[in-house]
C-alpha cells in the first residue's frame, strides 16, 4: 500500500510574496539602522540622504545663481579669518608637541631610574568559556561571569599568553567577549623593540592588521606587539601577539600581519580585568607602579 | 499561541547547534535552523515558514553579535525558496531534498555576502568556503531527517490503516 506523504497546502503565489518583501525590507531597514559606514554615519541615513539628494540639489541649484557671489564673498572672508586662526593653533600645537616630547624622553630617562617591570597588578575574574560561535562567522564567545561577578562593559579579556578580547555584553551571570580577530575590534599598540605606536585591526582571519605604522619605520618579523594604553580599553603593557608578515605597502604605511599570542580556537577559560583597577595611562605612571604581587589583586596579571 | 511557538522552536535550533557546536568541531557546520526553516517550508506552511526564517535568523545575528537583520534576510530569502520550489516540483525524490537545502543554504550565506558588501563590513576569506562546506553538511543532514520523518510518517498511517 503506497502512504502519500502529506506536505503543506498549496498557496498562492502572491500571498508568499506579500510576506517575503515586507520581512525582507525590514531585515534591511533593522540593518540600515544599525550599521554605520566607515565614516560613521548610519546606512539609513546616507541612504535616505542618498534619496534625497536629487530633490534638494534642484531645488538649491534655482536659488544658487543669484545668492553666488554674495555666499563666495562671506565664505573667503571666513576662510582668510578661520585659516589665521588655523595657522595660530598651529604654531600652539608644534610648541606643545616638542614639550610633550621632552616629557616623554624625560619619562623615559625615570623610567630607566626606576627598577620595576613593565606589568601592572590587577584585579582578574576568573571565567569558563561557556559558548562560542564558529570563528569564520563572528569571533565572539561566552563567558560564566557576569555583572553580578564584577564584570563590567568593554572589560579587558586575557588568557594566560595574551589579549583575547573585551566585554561587549553583560548579563547578570554571562558576558559576551568580543576577540580581537572580530572585524569590529581594534586595540592601541605599540612594538615592543621600537616602541612604535600603532591600531591593531580584527580582520576576521585569525590574523591581525596592524595599521598606521609608517613605511620608513623597521618592523621586523617576531617583534612583538602588546597593548599601548592609548586606547581607554586595554591597560598598557599586555601582550597581544607577534608580527609574522611587514612589507611596504603602496601608500605611506606599512603593511603588517599580527599573529595573536592567545589561541583563540581553543581558549576554555579566560581573565577578565576588573574595570575599577584599571587607570587610563598618564605621565605619572612611572611612579605609581606597583612591584609584581603587591596590591590588591585577588586574582593574578 | 502559533507564532510563540514559532520563535521557541527557533530559539531551541540554535541553542542546539551552539551546543553541540562547542562539543564536535563539525556541528559548527550544521545549520540546525535552515532544516527547521526546510521542514515548515515543506510539511507545514510556506508562509509560517517565512516568519521562522525571519524568527530565527535574527535571533542568530543576536547570538553571533551580528546587527540584527542578515541572517533575517538570508533565512527569510532560503524559507521563500525552499517553499517556492516544493510548491512547484516533486521533491520526495532524496537526491532533489538535498540539491534543495544545499542550494537554500548556499543563497542564504550568497545574500549574507552581499549584505556585507552593500553594508561595508569586512569578512572572512574563508567565509564563502566554510558556507559551502556547511551547505553540504546541512544538506545531508536535512535529508537524512526528512527521510526518517517519512518513514515514520508512513509507518503511522499504517497503523491508522489496518483494522
Redesign the interface.
Known sequence: VSIEIELAPKIKEGRALAVLVPLLLLNLTLLSVQVRDPAGTLLFRKWVLLAEAPIFNAASSASKTTLNLWRDYIWLHGAREENRRLQESLRQLAGQATELKQLQQENLRLRSLVTLGETIPYTTTGAHVVGRTPNYMANVLYVDRGSADGVGLDAPVLSGSGVIGRVVLVWRHNAQVQLITNPDASIGVLLDRTRTPGVLKGTGDPSLDLGYISSSEQVEVGDVVMSSGLDGIFPKGLMVGKVVESRKGSSIFRIIRVEPFADLMHIEEVSILRRETIRPPSSEDSFELKPKGSGNNDGSQ | MKYLFLAISSFLAIIAQ??A??NFFLF??LDLSLILIAYW???????Q???V??IT??LLDA????????N??GK??AA?VI??V??RFNI?EVWMRFALIVSASCLSSLSIYV?FGL?????????LG?SLMQALITGAAGTILFAAL?SY??AQ??KA?QP
Do not use: E
Not at chain 2, 547570538?63 to 542578515?70: D, E, H, I, N, S
Open positions: 551552539m551546543i557546536g562547542s559548527n557546520f517550508a515543506v510539511y507545514r506552511s510556506r508562509i515558514a517565512l516568519f526564517g525571519s535568523g535574527l547570538v553571533l553579535g551580528w546587527p540584527l537583520g542578515y533575517g534576510f527569510t530569502l521563500f517553499g517556492l516544493a510548491r520526495s549584505l553594508m561595508q563590513r569586512s569578512y572572512s576569506n574563508i567565509f566554510a517519512d510518517i508512513s498511517a499504517h490503516n
